[in-house]
């Protein structure tokens, strides 16, 4: 009942017709479009980062809803395609806007977290999640703070999970890490201890000792 409540709030952002097109198909998606509900809850993922956060727990929510009914996916092929094509043109959202970039990246992540297959992570998209991390983890990346905090947010969410479908790709991203905190020039205080945060958090089996949590929070607060 909480986690209806939470949907229902989060799509008040939408105009009348639209938040009713969503709580449709939050209850019986097969009456309405659900190609047309998936290219909603995309481009609100895209300009609005709260909703991004949120937005997976709705796919969810309506994938479990078609399912129940009629047995089919259209709203998760449809998702799935529309995620596949943001993914191929990552470099230019980033290059045409940091924020819709980090929206796309939040929303992803927030999908891969939702959405499982026998209660497993959707293998369709470990790679390309990972691919984005990646990306975060690249030099220029590395000294943008907005870009460095969507990183390390995803990876305290998602880490333990992704590591379990590929340990060889979390490592190279760790690998990765380590040496932009020790080696990159031009970092702020803030990028660095975010990174210096995360690399001991996974050093920890993705958990943090409750010194270590007071010590990066009073740094943060700050």
Not at 28 to 42: F, N, T, W, Y
Not at 83 to 92: D, G, K, S
Request: hydrophobic fraction near 40%; glycine fraction near 4%.
């Amino acid at each position: 009942m909480e986690n209806s409540n939470k949907e229902e709030y989060k799509i008040q952002s939408f105009d009348v017709e639209t938040q009713q097109l969503l709580k449709t198909a939050l209850k019986e998606p097969g009456a309405v479009d659900l190609e047309k509900v998936a290219a909603v809850i995309v481009d609100q993922s895209l300009k609005d980062q709260g909703f991004s956060k949120e937005a997976g727990r709705i796919c969810f929510t309506i994938v479990q809803a078609e399912t129940k009914q009629s047995g089919s996916n259209v709203f998760r092929r449809s998702l799935l395609n529309r995620l596949q094509q943001e993914f191929t043109n990552r470099e230019e959202t980033r290059s045409r806007s940091l924020q819709e970039w980090v929206c796309y990246v939040t929303f992803i992540c927030n999908v891969f977290d939702y959405l499982k297959v026998n209660n497993m992570p959707m293998m369709a998209l470990v790679h390309p999640v990972y691919d984005c991390l990646f990306r975060l983890g690249q030099a220029d990346s590395l000294r943008n703070e907005e870009e460095v905090d969507c990183l390390v947010l995803q990876l305290h969410r998602i880490g333990d999970q992704l590591e379990k479908m590929d340990v060889q790709r979390m490592d190279d991203l760790f690998f990765m890490l380590r040496d932009g905190f020790l080696l990159q020039e031009g970092l702020s205080s803030l990028a660095r201890l975010l990174l210096l945060e995360i690399l001991e958090f996974r050093a920890g089996g993705w958990r943090l000792s409750d010194t270590g949590q007071k010590y990066y929070y009073s740094e943060l607060t700050d």
